[in-house]
């Protein structure tokens, strides 16, 4: 399956950057209770399930958690398809928080919410193995964005960019890798229909390094993209030390 041929576009944000997209900080926690949480771990496994056929899966299930309880899904690499797929649980418990000048101009209100990954089948997913930062780190990440939303009274969509604290922090000693990038693939695999008529959205977490994000903001989406893009396949793949395309 070549998911590049799958992506499509999303929608504006609050505070702007010159590509009309969102710039968010880390200083301002939620404060007000959130709504009575939604369940819906059954429909989103169906669905991975349906549309990553024929891989064995697990679960990292979280110990203890404080905003909302995520947990992060892992389906095996096959011959066809030689990478691991991750996906969290949990982060559309509770409805994300859209301003309403930007559910406005929305087709559709997308404010429940998960994330997900592609790591190369050689990574080292075992209990053993993530004690290493360097492996745990895309795991981290996912929880971090799960929880971002929630924790901030806010929202992430499609081209939203996230640095790794405001000075760009690698997320770990084997990668300069240090932001990430909010994109989706096609709705076949990006929306799960959940038997109350929710909608919920698989956003995928692209990490960039902080020229690319620099570059995103100002030239826009589409043009970051193409020059993803012209690492072929690889650039869906997560890879901690690829080459800078924007350096």
């Known amino acids: 399956m ?31 209770e959130p709504p009575a949480p939604m369940q819906y771990v059954e429909e989103i496994v169906t669905h991975f399930e349906a549309v990553f056929a024929g891989r064995d ?15 992060v899904n892992v389906m095996s690499p096959t011959e066809e398809e030689p990478f691991w797929v ?3 649980n949990g982060m559309s ?6 301003p309403d000048e930007v559910q406005e101009q929305m087709e559709e209100v997308v404010d429940r919410a998960e994330v997900m990954m592609f790591l190369p089948g050689s990574w080292e997913l075992t209990e053993e193995s993530l004690q290493d930062e360097n492996n745990y780190w895309p795991i981290r990440l996912m929880k971090q964005m799960a929880r971002f939303p929630h924790q901030y009274n806010t929202w992430l969509g499609y081209g939203h960019t996230i640095p790794n604290y405001e000075n760009y922090e690698p997320y770990a000693d084997g990668t300069g890798l240090n932001g990430v990038i909010l994109f989706q693939l096609s709705e076949e695999v990006s929306v799960i229909s959940a038997k109350d008529g929710t909608r919920i959205h698989a956003f995928f ?3 960039l390094y902080k020229e690319e994000m620099e570059y995103k903001l100002e030239y826009g989406m589409d043009a970051l993209l193409e020059k993803l893009f012209a690492l072929g ?15």
């Open 2 to 32: 070549n998911f590049f041929k799958k992506l499509f576009g999303g929608v504006e944000s609050k505070e702007k950057a010159k590509d009309g997209t969102a710039i968010y900080t880390y200083n301002q926690q939620a404060t007000s």
């Open 57 to 71: 899966s697990s679960v990292f299930h979280e110990i203890i958690s404080d905003t909302i309880h995520i947990d």
């Open 86 to 88: 991750l996906y969290t």
């Open 93 to 98: 418990d509770l409805p994300m928080t859209i």
């Open 205 to 207: 977490l692209l990490p």
């Open 233 to 247: 396949d690889d650039a869906l793949i997560l890879n901690p030390n690829r080459a800078n395309t924007c350096k």
